[in-house]
């Protein structure tokens, strides 16, 4: 079980797909104009290849280079998720830079960080965009794990315009105490805290990252990049007191929107408007140029070279155009479900009892684990903010955690011992019992617990739970 919960944080099921079938057409038409995906391989910091891909129009405005918005996965997503982004954002004359995260997908790596180590992947993006000097605004759309490492690289670069921050998670550690208790863990109260500080010093020589560095809550009280916020009112895996207590502590401009779903369900209509919106207004993007040939009875979307349409032919052509300030309309939202039926969406889900044992992808033969650097600070802050957000154990402060073999066998026996007199005393019957009595009762409940195991203001605080909706297409995300 404790190898599984590690995995679980590092190694989660790692995203498989073909490029050639799985991402957007490599040329395509999307509202009567023409776009290209341009796949590229950075390496990272630490040597690793990345396997990218940049959607950009065929034809850019003349003048002035384009924003971008670089979309971050989730622990078991890949680049393949960003299609969505790419056909809402591109209309509007916003190219859309997407990655496998090192230990991701098809990119080089054998573990993920959730967040550590991915800001230093998308601080290699960032760095590559810029020195290509097509792009002007950068924002950032995350997504779970990428929404953290959104947040952790954007206290660093307040050049970044805006982020969309999907399901972010405050701390780590509490995160994995939350998940032991909804998903229930076959682990013994008493030993949760012990099984923490075992993970975190597993995980730190494995991975090279500590994981009560993953504190975004500290982060977000020093963060001024403009932000909007996105969470599913039934998600269970990473419950939205999250979200609000990152909310409560950010400083920069902020919004927040709730709306029906769970972690992994498609998002509304209304958030895509929203953050589309948002997007619209920290990006600045130029007004769209219709093309020379645009026909305005063209259909929305189709393959230039399988011309493949998505949408039905209307006198075989392609559909009209909407103007770049106008949220996304129901025929792109056609399109969105026509790409998830094909290849849904990445999930992220509780581990199962069976173990992650796949080899990575893209790990090379000679390849040694990345030096381990020190833990940068100690970030974790177990203090419940003013809302009361729920915490199910406390972790008084990581002082006190293993360095060694013998500190955590007699920390784990610290950890019996009071488990077991604490169950002495409440086993004790009210009226008189006889020491032998006790003896065996104590004896009894012993064996029994030793085997145990400021841009957008006209986007007003959303709280969709109050206010019906229109329904989202059931995808799996």
């Known amino acids: 079980m404790m190898e599984q919960l590690v995995n679980f944080i590092i190694r989660p099921p790692r995203a498989e797909y073909n490029p050639q079938h799985d991402l957007l057409e490599e040329e395509f038409k999307l509202k009567g104009r023409s776009f290209h995906r341009k796949d590229i391989e950075i390496k990272n910091g630490r040597g690793l290849l990345l396997k990218c891909s940049h959607y950009v129009p065929r034809h850019f405005p003349e003048g002035a280079p384009l924003p971008c918005v670089i979309y971050c996965h989730g622990n078991s997503g890949c680049r393949t998720d960003a299609r969505e982004a790419a056909l809402i954002l591109l209309p509007s004359n916003v190219t859309v830079f997407t990655l496998d995260f090192s230990g991701s997908g098809l990119s080089e790596g054998e573990y993920v960080s959730l967040g550590w180590n991915e800001k230093e992947d998308l601080k290699t993006v960032v760095n590559y965009l810029r020195s290509e000097g097509n792009v002007s605004r950068i924002g950032l759309w995350g997504r779970s794990m990428g929404a953290v490492t959104s947040l952790l690289y954007g206290v660093e670069d307040p050049s970044i315009a805006g982020m969309v ?74 419950h939205p007191h999250h979200s609000d207590r990152i909310y409560d502590s950010y400083m920069g401009d902020k919004n927040i929107i709730k709306f029906e779903g769970d972690h992994n369900s498609p998002r509304p209509q209304f958030f895509m408007d929203s953050l589309t919106i948002f997007f619209h207004n920290v990006l600045k993007p130029p007004e769209s140029v219709q093309e020379d040939n645009f026909n305005p009875t063209m259909h929305d979307y189709f393959d230039v070279d399988n011309w493949e349409a998505i949408n039905d032919f209307e006198n075989n052509h392609s559909s009209i155009i909407i103007p770049s300030l106008e949220p996304t309309t129901r025929s792109t939202e056609d399109v969105v479900n026509h790409v998830h039926q094909r290849t849904p ?39 419940q903010s003013s809302s009361g957000s729920p915490g199910l154990f406390s972790i008084d402060c990581t002082s006190d955690m293993p360095s060694n073999f013998e500190d955590e066998e007699r920390m784990l026996m610290e950890a019996i011992l009071m488990s077991l007199k604490d169950s002495t005393i409440t086993q004790k019957a009210p009226d008189e019992t006889s020491s032998s009595e006790f003896s065996k009762a104590s004896t009894s409940q012993n064996s029994h617990s030793s085997t145990s195991s400021s841009n957008f203001s006209e986007l007003p605080i959303i709280d969709s739970s109050s206010k019906s909706t229109s329904d989202p297409t059931q995808q799996v995300d």
Do not use: W
């Open 165 to 238: 921050l999907d399901s972010p998670f405050s701390n780590l550690m509490e995160l994995m105490l939350e998940l032991v208790d909804t998903y229930k863990f076959p682990l013994p109260k008493f030993t949760v805290k012990f099984a923490i500080q075992h993970m975190r010093r597993v995980i730190k020589k494995k991975a090279c990252f500590d994981i009560s560095d993953l504190d975004t809550i500290k982060v977000a009280t020093s963060s001024f990049v403009p932000a909007l916020f996105g969470h599913g009112v039934a998600d269970d895996f990473i």
């Open 345 to 383: 969406m990445s999930r992220t889900d509780a581990p199962s009892d069976v173990s992650n044992e796949k080899k990575p992808h893209g790990l090379r033969k000679n390849q040694n684990s990345p030096n381990c650097d020190a833990s940068s600070s100690q970030m974790i802050n177990h203090e």
